[in-house]
């Protein structure tokens, strides 16, 4: 089969309704291997799957992640969150990536850090394969399971930085995502219960018994979500902050333990501005 064209490749995915069809045509050609699997891709792009998931990969802080059919799509707003992890916890000597999808925020952590120790998890089998491709390099440890059950005991109370990317959708705004999302990410991604909270909330409940003193956790949020998000890690006894970016319209709230406490009390909220980020209102 001779080489695919330019031009025919990015007037096919036009009409399906690619916004930037020169862009991935681009991206489709430099990755294929043969013109056939170059057919395959444009196919499986017109057919609707998300362009990282037909290419493999998908750019995050600096890195090519792997990114697997079926596993979440590492997004350029959660590089906020890592930008936060990195400029407040830069000696950390332990980092765990929970709900790690494909590893991608564990692995922009491992590359900016001084070769920390890194540990991931996920629900998901699919998720924990495209990790342990992406946190090999790095000699990460992925670990199968429901949240904190999937981590070694041993890391009780000795994480420096625990990275959750949550599930935070609430369950009946899921119907209204892109259809590469609905229809190419599995609903465990995305959907994070009544107000979108479950998972944080359970994340929130737990995570002083791992982390060390002065340890931080770092948890992706939407704006709208915020107040209660806030609430949720004050119960579980950690001082919070908000960090945003207008620019990635991200939101990270960002938990401490404080030295000496490794059980839930009460928290106070601290608004000092975090590095890199404005604070709302
Ligand atoms: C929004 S995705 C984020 C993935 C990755 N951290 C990222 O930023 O690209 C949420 C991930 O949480 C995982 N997940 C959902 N519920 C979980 C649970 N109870 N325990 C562990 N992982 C869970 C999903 O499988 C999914 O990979």
Redesign the pocket.
Known sequence: MPPLQLSSVASTLRAAGCVFAEDEAELILSTARTPEEAVGMVDRRVAGLPLEQVLGWAE?HGLRVTVAPG?????RR?EF?VEQALALGRNASLVV??????????AALAAGLRGPEVHA????PA?VRCARRNLAAYGGRVHE???F??LPEDLRGRVDIL??????VPTDQVALLPSEARDH??L???DGGPDGLD?LR?VTAEAPRWLAPGGLLLV?TSERQVALAVEAFGQGGLDVRLAVSAELYANVLIGTRRQGSSQPRKSRTIASKAPGSSLPG
Do not use: H, K, W
Request: hydrophobic share 50%; glycine share 10%; aromatic share 8%.
């Open positions: 995050f596993v979440f799509v590492p997004r959660t969150l990536d929970l709900c790690c999808g494909s590893g991608a925020v564990g998890a996920d629900i998901d998720a399971g429901d949240l059950d999937a990275a959750a990317n949550v599930p935070y990410e599995p465990v991604a995305l998972v359970r992706e």
